[in-house]
C-alpha cells in the first residue's frame, strides 16, 4: 500500500518548484491532489499530466479559497489534507522596504495560510493533515529578507495554534521549514527558457558549500518528502511543530 493511498490533498503553488514535485510525490503515493496556483498554463499541464484536477487559486483571496474546496469536494467528494506552500520572496533592507511590498508578501504568505486552514479545515475528514510551508527565517534572522522573515514567523506561530485547536479531530497541522531550496523562487535561470538551469545549480551549490554543513543547495523533490511524510502516517503523533529542512545551516557556523 502507498503512504497516501486514497488521500485528497489541496496543494498551493503546486505549478513548479516545491508545489509540483509535492503533487508528483504525493499522486505516486496514491493521493488524490488537487494542483492550484496562479500560474494557470504550467499549472494545468502538470494537473492534466497527473490526471488531477486544477484550480486557479490566489491564496491571498477567500472566494478563491472557497472556489478550491468546492473544487476539491465537486472532484473527490472529501478532503483529507493541505499543503499550504504557495508564497513569495522579495530581497530589500527593512528600512528600504516600502509598505506595499510588506503588506504584498504578508496578503501571501501569511493571510495565505491562514486563509487555507480557516477554508479547509472546517471540511478536513477526522485524522486530516495540514502541512504550512515556514522556512528557516522562521527560527532565526536573515538580513535583507525581513519581511519575508517577518511572514514565516507567523507562518509558525498560526501552526502552533491551529494544532492546539485542532488536535480534537485528531487533525494535525506542522510546518516545514526550509532553508536555501533550488526553486525558481533562489534560483530565477530556472524561469529563463535560454539560461543553463543546472549550470546555475552548480553555482548555487558552490555558494552554499561554505555556509551549509551539508554543501550545497536543498532538491525541492527533498522538501516535498518531508511533506509526504507530515501528510501520512508515518508522523501519526507529531503535532504543531517546525521541522527543519536546510543541510545544517541553522545549526551553526564553522571556523575551521
Not at 508528483?24 to 488524490?32: C, K, P, Q, W, Y
Not at 472532484?75 to 520572496?89: E, P
Not at 531550496?181 to 524561469?191: F, G, I, Q
Not at 548555487?204 to 561554505?210: F, G, N, S, T, V
Request: glycine share 10%; proline share 4%; hydrophobic share 45%.
Amino acid at each position: 500500500m502507498a503512504k497516501l493511498d486514497g488521500r485528497v490533498v489541496i496543494i498551493t503553488g503546486a505549478a513548479r518548484g516545491q508545489g509540483e514535485q509535492e503533487a508528483r510525490l504525493f499522486t505516486a503515493e496514491g493521493a488524490r491532489v488537487v494542483v492550484s496556483d496562479v500560474l494557470d498554463d504550467q499549472g494545468e499541464a502538470l494537473a492534466k499530466e497527473l490526471g488531477a484536477p486544477y484550480v486557479h487559486l490566489d491564496v491571498s483571496r477567500e472566494e478563491d479559497w472557497q472556489a478550491a474546496l468546492a473544487a476539491a469536494r465537486t472532484a473527490y467528494g472529501r478532503v483529507d489534507g493541505l499543503v499550504n506552500n504557495a508564497g513569495i520572496l522579495r530581497f530589500n533592507a527593512l528600512v528600504d522596504t516600502p509598505l506595499e511590498e510588506f503588506m504584498q508578501v504578508v496578503q501571501v504568505n501569511q493571510v495565505g495560510c491562514f486563509l487555507g486552514m480557516k477554508t479547509v479545515a472546517p471540511a478536513l475528514a477526522e485524522g486530516g493533515t495540514i502541512v504550512n510551508t515556514a522556512s528557516y527565517t522562521a527560527l532565526t534572522g536573515m538580513a535583507a529578507v525581513g519581511t519575508y522573515a517577518a511572514t514565516k514567523h507567523a507562518v509558525l506561530g498560526l501552526t502552533r495554534v491551529a494544532a492546539l485547536e485542532l488536535a480534537h479531530r485528531k487533525i494535525r497541522v506542522n510546518a516545514i521549514c526550509p532553508g536555501a531550496v533550488d526553486t525558481p523562487m533562489s534560483n530565477p535561470a530556472r524561469l529563463d527558457p535560454d539560461a543553463d538551469a543546472e549550470e546555475t545549480t552548480r553555482a548555487l551549490d558552490e555558494l552554499y558549500r561554505k555556509l551549509v554543513p551539508l554543501g550545497r543547495i536543498g532538491r525541492p523533490e527533498e522538501v516535498a518528502r518531508l511533506a509526504l511524510f507530515l501528510t501520512s502516517d508515518d508522523s501519526s503523533y507529531i503535532t504543531g511543530q517546525p521541522f527543519v529542512i536546510d543541510g545544517g545551516w541553522l545549526a551553526g557556523v564553522t571556523v575551521i
